[in-house]
C-alpha cells in the first residue's frame, strides 16, 4: 500500500512538472502574435488598432483566465483580463506622434505565458501651435504673459518662445500648453512667436511655428546724469567730486536704485543721486559708470577720466649689477620723469625700505652706497610729492660668493696610456664658474659650470706615471681678474702588467718526490696584482691570490710523480690587461730511498732466480747421471776379461738438454761395442704399455776397470721414466743377456748438439 502512494505521487509530480492543469485540464500556448491596424505608418488622428492574436490548446471545454499586457518600449501601458478565446484589441484613438514606439503583447495563462514579437509604430505629423498674449502694449521693463499651447497632443513636450525670431525662453512641461512672463527691456515694436519639440526616446518630432504677435515697447522717461568736478584736466593729487542724478517726468516710479562704479569697484550707491569724492591717481583714469535698476529695466550713463601723473613711478638700479659679499654696491631710487607745470625735480623724496638697511643716503637724492651683505636682503624705492607715494617693485640682491681655491682630482682610475678623466671643482663660489686645466701652466682646456649639476670635467692621456703630478687647476667667478690656482694632481698611476715570469724552486731538473716546489710568478706594473697559476691541460686555475707586490709564490706542498707536468702563470691589476708567463715543464723523479728499495727488490728476484736455476740444475744432472749409470750395460769382455753392456736410450737423449747429452757422451769410449737387444714386453694387465711391439735398446760394451760387469738395462722412454721413480728387475734383463745369439751390429752413433 505504501508503496502504491508513493508511486502515485511521483506520478503526479511529473505530471505538475510537465503540464499545468486547470480542473481536469491541461493547456498549453502554442504562438502569440501583434498586428497593428490599419499601418504600422500613420499620420496623427489615425484611430490605431492593434490586434493580439494567441493560440492555445487544452484538454477540456471549460474557459480559463487569459491576462493580456501590451507593451510600449518595453514598458507595460496596458493590461487587461478575459476569459474570451478571442483575440484582444488594444485601440488608440486619433493617435499622437507621441504615441510613436515599439509595442509588442504578451498573455498569462495559469502561470504561463508567452510574448509577441515587438513591432515599431510610426505617427507622423503635429498640430500647429497657437500663441496667446495678454497685452500688446507695454512699457520699458513691463511683464507680459504668454502662453503657447500645442492642441491635442501628449507626452513630454518642451516649448520654445521668441521675439524677432530670436529664442528667448525655453520650457519644459508635461502638458500640451507652457505659461511664461516675457519682460522687455528693448523699446520699439517686437514680433513674438513659439513652437513645439515633442520627445520620443531616443528621438524628437519638431512642430511647425505658431502665429506671430505684435508687441510695442514705450520708453520710461527717465534721465541719468552723471558729473565730474574739475571738469578739465585731473593731476594725480587733485580732489575729485562725481555725481550720479535721476531727471524723470514720471514721478509715480518707484522701486529703483542707482549704482556708481568704477570697473568692478562699486564706488556708491543711493535712489535718485550718488555722490563720490577721491583724490585722484593714476590707477583712476579710466571709464565711471552710473546705473540704474527698475525691475528688469537697466539704463546706464558712462564718463571717461583721465588722470595726469605727477611724478613716474620709481625705479631701483643696483650698481654692479653682479656684487659679490662685502663688494662696494650703490643702489639709485629715480623717477623717470614729472609734471614739471605743477612740480620741480627737487620736490620728489626719495627713500629706500627697509629702514634697516645697511645702505647709507649719499649728497645726491636718492643715490644710496654701502657693503653687500652676506646673504639675500630685498631693497624698495619710495618716491613721495604732493602727498602722493609711489613705490617701485622690489629688488632683491643675490650676493654671490667669491669662488674658493679649486680641487683637483681624478674620475675613476688613471691607467697608463689610457685616456682618464680629471675633475676640477672648488667647495664655495657662485655660478657661473669658469675652470681651467693647465699642465705646467700651459693652458690646456676651459669650461663653463652654469648648473648645480654641472661638474668640470676634462679628459686627457700621460705616457709617463710622473706627468699626473704637472696637471693643475683654475677656478674664476669674476670676483678677480685673475683666477684661483689650486694644488697639483695627486693620484696613483696604474700601470699595465708586462715582463710576466715564473721561477721554479728548487730547479725543475732537480725536483724528487716529497719535495715543497714553489711556483714564483713575477710582473712589472702597479698593484694590487691577481695572480693565476694553471697546469697545462687544466681549465681551472691551480690557485688564486691578489697580492699587494709584483711578486706572489705558490707551493705544492710533498710532491708526487702525479704534480709533474707544464705549469705557467696569469696575472692581471685594475689595468684590465692579462700577462701570461713563459710555460715551464715540472718532472718529478722518484725518490732516493723508492730508487734503493727498487734496487734491492731487483737484486733479490735475481738471487732468488739464480738460487731456483742452480738447485733445478743440479736437480736434472743428478737425474741424468742416474739415467746414464741404469742404461749402462756389459757386453763384451775387454782385455782384463770384463764385459761392460752399454745401452742408450735415444728418447732420453734427445730429450735432454745439451750438458745433459754432454754428460751421457762421457760415458762413451772408442772401444764401446754396441748389441741390440731386443726385449719382449710382457703383457701385464695391472700397468698401462707405453710401447706396442718391441723396444730397440743400445747397449755399450766396456771393458770394466774393476773386472767386473755391470749389468743395467733400460725399456725405451718408459722406462727412463720408471727410473725417477722403481727400480727394474734386474734378474729379468739378465736373463734377457744371456739368451743373446751372437754379437749384434754396432748402434749407429748419438746425435750431437
Not at 198 to 212: A, G, Q, R
Not at 639 to 650: A, F, I, P
Request: charged share 20%.
Amino acid at each position: 500500500m505504501d508503496l502504491l502512494l508513493l508511486l502515485t505521487f511521483t506520478l503526479m509530480t511529473t505530471c505538475l512538472r510537465v503540464d499545468r492543469t486547470v480542473g481536469a485540464q491541461t493547456l498549453f500556448i502554442r504562438d502569440i502574435s501583434l498586428s497593428i491596424e490599419p499601418s504600422t505608418d500613420v499620420r496623427r488622428s489615425t484611430n490605431v488598432t492593434m490586434r493580439c492574436q494567441a493560440g492555445v490548446s487544452t484538454s477540456g471545454q471549460q474557459p480559463f483566465s487569459r491576462e493580456y499586457t501590451i507593451y510600449k518600449d518595453s514598458i507595460a501601458v496596458y493590461t487587461k483580463t478575459t476569459s474570451s478565446s478571442e483575440d484582444f484589441l488594444y485601440l488608440l484613438p486619433e493617435a499622437r506622434v507621441s504615441n510613436t514606439g515599439k509595442y509588442k503583447c504578451q498573455i498569462n495563462i495559469e502561470g504561463k505565458q508567452m510574448s509577441s514579437d515587438a513591432k515599431k509604430l510610426t505617427v507622423t505629423g503635429l498640430s500647429k501651435p497657437v500663441l496667446y498674449l495678454n497685452k500688446s502694449g507695454v512699457s520699458e521693463g513691463e511683464e507680459v504673459t504668454a502662453r503657447c499651447s500645442a492642441p491635442s497632443e501628449t507626452g513630454s513636450i518642451i516649448f520654445y518662445f521668441y521675439m524677432d525670431s530670436k529664442e528667448i525662453l525655453e520650457e519644459r512641461v508635461k502638458s500640451n500648453q507652457a505659461v511664461v512672463k516675457l519682460r522687455f527691456t528693448m523699446t520699439g515694436s517686437h514680433k513674438i512667436h513659439c513652437d513645439y519639440t515633442v520627445l520620443i526616446t531616443p528621438d524628437s518630432f519638431k512642430s511647425d511655428s505658431s502665429n506671430s504677435i505684435m508687441v510695442s515697447v514705450k520708453e520710461i522717461s527717465i534721465t541719468l546724469v552723471l558729473e565730474v568736478f574739475p571738469q578739465y584736466k585731473v593731476y594725480e593729487g587733485d580732489r575729485v567730486d562725481i555725481s550720479c542724478t535721476i531727471q524723470s517726468v514720471l514721478h509715480s516710479l518707484q522701486n529703483f536704485n542707482l549704482y556708481l562704479s568704477q570697473g568692478a569697484e562699486l564706488l556708491s550707491s543711493g535712489n535718485t543721486k550718488v555722490n563720490h569724492s577721491m583724490t585722484a591717481l593714476t590707477k583712476h583714469s579710466g571709464e565711471f559708470e552710473c546705473r540704474l535698476v527698475m525691475g528688469n529695466v537697466v539704463k546706464v550713463t558712462t564718463m571717461n577720466i583721465s588722470v595726469t601723473e605727477l611724478f613716474s613711478v620709481p625705479t631701483l638700479i643696483v650698481s654692479p649689477p653682479e656684487v659679490f659679499q662685502w663688494d662696494p654696491m650703490t643702489i639709485t631710487c629715480k623717477s623717470e620723469s614729472y609734471a614739471s607745470e605743477r612740480i620741480t625735480r627737487d620736490e620728489v623724496i626719495y627713500a629706500l625700505e627697509p629702514r634697516e638697511s645697511p645702505m647709507t643716503p649719499t649728497r645726491i637724492p636718492g643715490v644710496y652706497s654701502g657693503k653687500t651683505l652676506l646673504y639675500d636682503f630685498n631693497y624698495t624705492c619710495i618716491a613721495q610729492a604732493k602727498g602722493i607715494v609711489k613705490r617701485s617693485k622690489t629688488h632683491t640682491v643675490h650676493p654671490k660668493v667669491s669662488v674658493s681655491h679649486p680641487k683637483i682630482s681624478v674620475v675613476g682610475r688613471v691607467i697608463l696610456g689610457q685616456p682618464f678623466q680629471i675633475l676640477c671643482q672648488a667647495e664655495r663660489g657662485s655660478l657661473p664658474i669658469n675652470y681651467t686645466l693647465l699642465k705646467d701652466y700651459n693652458m690646456l682646456n676651459t669650461t663653463t659650470v652654469k648648473l648645480p649639476h654641472q661638474r668640470a670635467i676634462f679628459t686627457v692621456t700621460i705616457q709617463k706615471a710622473e706627468e699626473i703630478s704637472k696637471y693643475m687647476c683654475e677656478a674664476n667667478n669674476k670676483h678677480h681678474k685673475e683666477g684661483l690656482l689650486g694644488k697639483r694632481l695627486n693620484a696613483t698611476v696604474i700601470v699595465p702588467l708586462s715582463h710576466a715570469t715564473l721561477t721554479v724552486t728548487p730547479v725543475p731538473e732537480d725536483v724528487t718526490e716529497g719535495q715543497h716546489l714553489f711556483l714564483i710568478c713575477s710582473v712589472k706594473g702597479t698593484p694590487p696584482i691577481t695572480f693565476k697559476w694553471y697546469r697545462v691541460g687544466h681549465a681551472q686555475p691551480l690557485f688564486t691570490s691578489t697580492s699587494s707586490g709584483i711578486t706572489l709564490d705558490y707551493q705544492v706542498p710533498v710532491l708526487t710523480r702525479e704534480h709533474s707536468g707544464t705549469y705557467y702563470c696569469e696575472a692581471i691589476n685594475p689595468a684590465m690587461k692579462v700577462v701570461r708567463s713563459q710555460s715551464v715543464t715540472v718532472n718529478i723523479r722518484l725518490a732516493m730511498w723508492k730508487k734503493g728499495l727498487i734496487i734491492a727488490s731487483c737484486l733479490l728476484v735475481v738471487a732468488v732466480v739464480v738460487l731456483l736455476c742452480l738447485l733445478r740444475f743440479k736437480a736434472k744432472r743428478g737425474k741424468r747421471e742416474a739415467a746414464a749409470e741404469l742404461s749402462v750395460k756389459p757386453s763384451s769382455p775387454k782385455s782384463d776379461g770384463s764385459l761392460v753392456n752399454l745401452t742408450y736410450d735415444t728418447e732420453v737423449y734427445n730429450e735432454a738438454t745439451a750438458s745433459e747429452q754432454e754428460v751421457i757422451m762421457t760415458h762413451n769410449t772408442p772401444e764401446v761395442e754396441y748389441t741390440e737387444v731386443v726385449h719382449p714386453r710382457p703383457a701385464d694387465p695391472a700397468k698401462v704399455p707405453l710401447r706396442k711391439g718391441t723396444d730397440t735398446v743400445y747397449s755399450e760394451l766396456q771393458n770394466s776397470p774393476q773386472g767386473a760387469a755391470d749389468h743395467r738395462n733400460c725399456q725405451g722412454s718408459g722406462e727412463y721414466a720408471e727410473l725417477n721413480g722403481e727400480q727394474p728387475d734386474i734378474s729379468h734383463h739378465s736373463q734377457e743377456v744371456n739368451n743373446v745369439q751372437g754379437p749384434p751390429p754396432p748402434p749407429p752413433p748419438l746425435p750431437r748438439l
